[in-house]
Structure formats: C-alpha cells, structure tokens
C-alpha cells in the first residue's frame, strides 16, 4: 500500500466529502497566490518607478475595500454552499455502523445485522458509491475519526453520539487516523477503510457474521487450548468459543484484517506472534499486557491460529 | 631520491594496496550468491522483522522479542545452535522451525530469493 495516497486529503476518493473539501483547498491556494503575486508587482513597481504622486483615496477604496469585500463575500457563500452539502443529512435505510474510539484501537459494529452479531475492530468495509453513516462514540477520552481521503474529521466525545456520512465511488483500501490527541499511544491508533464493490461487500459482511471454526488440525487446537491457558480470553471475545471477553477487540476474524493493534503492525504470523510477546515493548500503556509465558513453539501454534481466524 | 628509496615506495604503495583489500574483504560478510542488500532491505521492512528483532538501518525495528540482529555477520550461531553459514541462514529465515523445532520464530512464508536478499542484508 502506497503511505503517501491512502491517507491524504490531496487525493480524495471520488464521490467522498473529501473532494468538495480538496476542491475549497485548491480554490484558497490558487486565490492566495495571485493576491501575493499582485501585491509583489505592486511593491515591485512601487520601488522601480520612484516617487511619483498616487490617488491615495481611490488606491484604498477599490484595492482596501471593494476588492477584498467582493472576494470575501463570494468565497464566503460559495463555502457556505460546501459547508451545507457537507452536513451529514439523515438517510433513512442507509447503512449504519457504529465505531466506538477506545485508548487505542476503534471498535466497529455493523448496526444493520446487530443480531447476527457483526463487531470488528481497526476496519471497516464500505459497499461502493452508498452514503455509509457512522456513528461515531467514544468509551473513555476524546477521539477524532478522520479518513483524510474520505471525509473531514468529525470528535468522538464521551457521553455524546455524533455522525458521519462517507462514500467512495472508487474500490480502495484507505487510511484513518485518530486526530485528537488522545494519550501516550495516539499516534499508534489507526484504522482501514476498504471500499468495495456490493457483491463483494455483502459477501465480507456474511463472513465476519460467521462463528470462528473449531481448529482443523493438532497444532491449531493447541493455539486454542493456549488462548485460554494464557488467559486471552478474559479480554477478547471469539465468537463460536468460550471466550466472551469485553475489554478488548473482537478476534473472531482478527486472521482477515489489514492491521495488528490499530494500526501498528501489519497482519501474518510473524507480527501475530511479535505483537502476542512484545505488546508492552510496541505499544507501551496498551492495556494488553507483553505474554511472556509461552515456549517458543506454543507462541507460533498461539499466532497460527489467532491468524487462521480469517 | 636514493635507489632504495625509489624501490621501496612502489613496494610500500602495493603492501598498502594488499593490505586494504584484506582489510577490506575483512569488512565485507559472508557473500550470498544471488542475494542483494538493497532488495533484502525493503523484504525486512516490508515483512516488519522489526516487530521482533531490534535491526540497524531498517525504521522502528526495536523489537525485543527476538535477539537483535546487528553484527550478525561476526555471529557464530544462528539461534544458538546452527552455524551461521549463507546457506543455513537462508534455510533459517524461510523456514526457521525446519532446523530447530524449539525456536519461538515461525515460518514466514519467505520465498528463496527474497530470504538470500535478507541474508545479504544481515552479512553487508
């Protein structure tokens, strides 16, 4: 994935708030430009031609008062106009999905099929070119939701639900990023956002609906049998197992995400396995404490089968 | 300039060229055939190794979990128990459970090439 374009308000998704807000950008900078550039030609010419005689009224009534109150005014309304169509309007029957900011990770839960049981975390799946709502909480400090190429950050404040609408009319795999500095670790909590064609949408929804399948051979079933042992469960819940933990991310397809840990590792064995027995050391004040207690090969039988949850 | 003199500079000019070559190939690691450094280090960022081990050059790779993997190329083991041949290596990051089924590193699923990049990386 490229660093530099799934998580910049410079290349906005097509169809996402993001491009009216990149287009306003662009219409600032290019005005601000001339402005200085006529200003400079102005003080420019000033100095060359020497003293000479002005009308001082007419240089400050046109170029002090006329000028900037027409620009002011037009750019005023023409982003009120952006402004207004920016407002998250209630869409009856639209996709809803709840994200929940947490110190520091982001839980996800898919309101339409509350009952199957939906809850993720660090990702979501949009289907393309439908206006998605978000509903956007917070469980302890204040969070920001920002998908720099989808949509202007919107505050998670504790106590309180605020909402979001983002579309992307392009399939794409995107960066957020909390943007309200939130603790030690803010900077290490991230999220994906991955749009999708329908089909392909509906067909990742029904899989992350799905209970976890039970281990399909001795080595998975000994990654099981350890998740308990070393007392994960009292944490994470999987679904399809005994584990029922709250306090920290859902695991029951933790195998199919794009990131380990909001955002600070990518996702196969290897980082499954380092994030299990070095989490204090990656992510200092995580609430997961460092598992120290396994062998060597309990460790990768562990990550083998956290990453076979896809 | 005395006849000595005029011998003994070329003499001194070519033990000083031997001796920087030998210096030289003494800084140089073990050479692996096929493996390029460059390329082996993107392979260590892009697999994030660093989530384990603590290795120079490469960004954020300050883990803790596995031994760190500066001046690997003076190491006499790998892991303690496989001597620390090109060869063995290459063995060791596709696969490091196939040579010692104790160790807490998996199998990262590294493709031949890919691991003698790393392994060129580790020895430059």
Known sequence: MNGARVQSTLDPAPGSAAWPIDELGLILYAGAAVILAVVCILAITGVVAGPRRVDARRWLLVGGLILPAVLLVALFLYAVGIGNALIAHESPGALRIHVTGKQWWWEVRYEDSEDTGVLLANELHIPLGRPVEILLASSDVIHSFWVPALAGKVDMIPGRTTRLVIQSDRVGTWRGQCAEYCGAQHALMAFHVVAEPAADFEAWLARQARDAPPPSDPRLQLGHDLFFDAGCAACHAIRGTAAVGRLGPDLTHVGSRNSLAAGTLGNHVGTMAGWIAGTQDLKPGSLMPTTSSLTGPELRALAAWLGSLE | ?124
């Open chain 2, 1 to 124: 300039m005395t006849p000595i003199c005029a011998a003994g500079l070329p003499c001194l000019l070519a033990a000083g060229i031997i001796l920087g070559a030998c210096a030289r190939s003494d800084r140089n690691g073990p050479i692996v055939a096929g493996g390029d450094a460059g390329r082996g280090r993107a392979a260590l960022i892009s697999l994030e190794c660093g989530a384990c081990h603590r290795i120079p050059g490469i960004p954020g790779a300050r883990g803790t979990v596995g031994p760190p993997l500066e001046g690997f190329r003076e190491r006499v083991y790998i892991a303690g128990r496989n001597p620390n041949v090109p060869d063995r290596l290459v063995a060791w990051i596709r696969d490091a459970p196939s040579l010692d089924p104790g160790t807490a590193m998996p199998d990262l699923d590294v493709s031949e090439s890919e691991a003698r990049d790393i392994a060129a990386y580790l020895y430059r």
